[in-house]
Every structure is written in C-alpha cells, then in structure tokens.
C-alpha cells in the first residue's frame, strides 16, 4: 500500500504533534508516523509522569497559538481550584524541598525557589506551566489527525531525479507493509533515531553513545490536601 503526502513525520513526541499541527494551520499535507502506540492519558486524574514535564515560556506561547481554536490554554490552574486547568497551580512545584522525610518539616534543611523571585517579572500573555507527557499529548490530540502509530520504518530512497522520497513501514499489530511517497522526510525519532542512522549522522559529542545519552528518573505522587 502506498500513502502519499508532502511532509513526513517520523516519530510521535511533543516535537511531532507540534510540527505536525503547525503544517496542518499552514495547509500543508503531512502525515505522522510513530513505532509506539499512542502515549496519550486523558481521563486519569493526575497522570503527570513519563518523559519531561516543565514547558517554558516560549513554548507555551507556541502551543497555545497553534491549538487556539481547538483547546483552551495551557495555564497553571489556581491554587483555590485546581480543577480550572488540566496544569497544577505554580505552588506546587516552584520549590525544592531538600530534607530526611517529606512527611516532617523539622527535617527539612533547604528549600529553592525555582523562579528565584523573577516570575513576576516575566513579559507576555503565557508564562511556563508543569505537564506531565501523557497528558500534554492528550491535549494535542484532537482526533483530526490521520496519525499512523505502531509502525516502524525500515528504509527510505530518494528518487536522484524527482527527489521524491520513498519510505518503507512494517506496521507492529497488523504484520503488514505500507510505503510513504514524500517530498520531505523529518526525523523526530529520538536518539535511537532510524533516520539519522540510515544517513549515517552521529550524535554530537565524542562520548556520547544513543544507547546511554543520559538516564534520568522522575518520581512523581499525590497525597492528601492536608500533607504540608
């Protein structure tokens, strides 16, 4: 089976759906495929885990331009009613708390102010918010897309002549092939990424090793209200 369209997206993070719906405002046909499923949480109370979850300013800004007639903004909600925004009051993460017990405020020995007193200052209509991925892509989401997921990709040629660009999928679920005739191809797959190896393009830095770039860990939880 072969798809056509202008632009294709390899890959299915915050960086695809953003460029993807760019194109889309633009009128430019794109089509957007990625190896994993859909990584997406949208009626879960609080699924703030997976993947980065600070958006800055700028980016907000971006976000909220490019989903404006179909989502309302991404804002911190107030702290009187959380429910406001699916992002959670600044309060709840402007500070690092360094101690022996979450549970005890005698036991803790420092606190850092992220903003370090300059949020205020900040200039323009958005300012940062807290998102965990999942639910940062469920806001993206917004069922017009015609997003292919579950698909890896296994090569890709470019026409020398037409320099049409042929792309070749093995969908995971189904065991079936498709192909994707493109005038562009954009590599968003991350560091293991397909794309660039197949064009042999090495990571930047002579240490650096797309199996171990970095490893981080994030835990995230809920308590009670009352838990200060």
Same mark, same amino acid.
């Given at each position: 089976m072969l798809k056509k369209t202008t632009a294709l997206i390899v890959g299915g993070g915050p960086t695809?759906? &953003? !460029?993807?719906?760019?194109?889309?405002?633009?009128?430019?046909?794109? !089509?957007?495929?990625?190896?994993?499923?859909? /990584? /997406?949480? =949208?009626?879960?109370?609080?699924?703030? /885990? $997976? $993947?980065?979850?600070?958006?800055? =300013?700028?980016?907000?800004?971006?976000?909220?331009?490019a989903w404006s007639n179909v989502r309302p903004p991404l804002i911190p909600s107030d702290a009187s009613s959380p429910s406001a925004s699916i992002c959670p009051p600044l309060s709840t993460w402007r500070?690092?708390?360094?101690?022996?017990?979450?549970?005890?405020? /005698?036991?803790?020995?420092a606190t850092v102010d992220q903003f370090g007193g300059k949020f205020g200052d900040l200039r323009g209509e958005y300012g940062p918010v807290h998102l965990g991925l999942e639910r940062l892509l469920g806001w993206m989401d917004v069922g017009e +897309? +015609?997003?292919?997921?579950?698909? +890896?990709?296994t090569s890709f040629t470019e026409n020398p002549e037409t320099h049409e660009i042929l792309s070749n999928f093995t969908?995971?679920?189904?065991?079936?092939?498709?192909?994707?005739?493109?005038?562009? !191809?954009?590599?968003?797959?991350?560091? &293991?990424s397909t794309t660039r190896s197949q064009l042999n393009i090495p990571m930047l830095g002579t240490d650096v090793k797309s199996s171990d770039a970095q490893h981080m860990i994030n835990i995230n939880f809920s308590t009670s209200p009352n838990v200060r």
């Open positions: 695809c759906q &953003t !460029l993807s719906r760019l194109l889309t405002n633009f009128k430019v046909p794109n !089509l957007l495929v990625d190896s994993k499923s859909p /990584r /997406r949480e =949208t009626n879960k109370p609080n699924p703030h /885990r $997976g $993947g980065a979850h600070f958006i800055n =300013t700028r980016s907000v800004e971006i976000l909220n331009s500070n690092f708390v360094y101690g022996h017990s979450a549970l005890n405020k /005698r036991s803790r020995f +897309e +015609e997003n292919i997921y579950e698909s +890896e990709m969908n995971k679920s189904e065991d079936n092939n498709f192909s994707v005739s493109s005038q562009f !191809l954009i590599g968003c797959d991350g560091p &293991t």
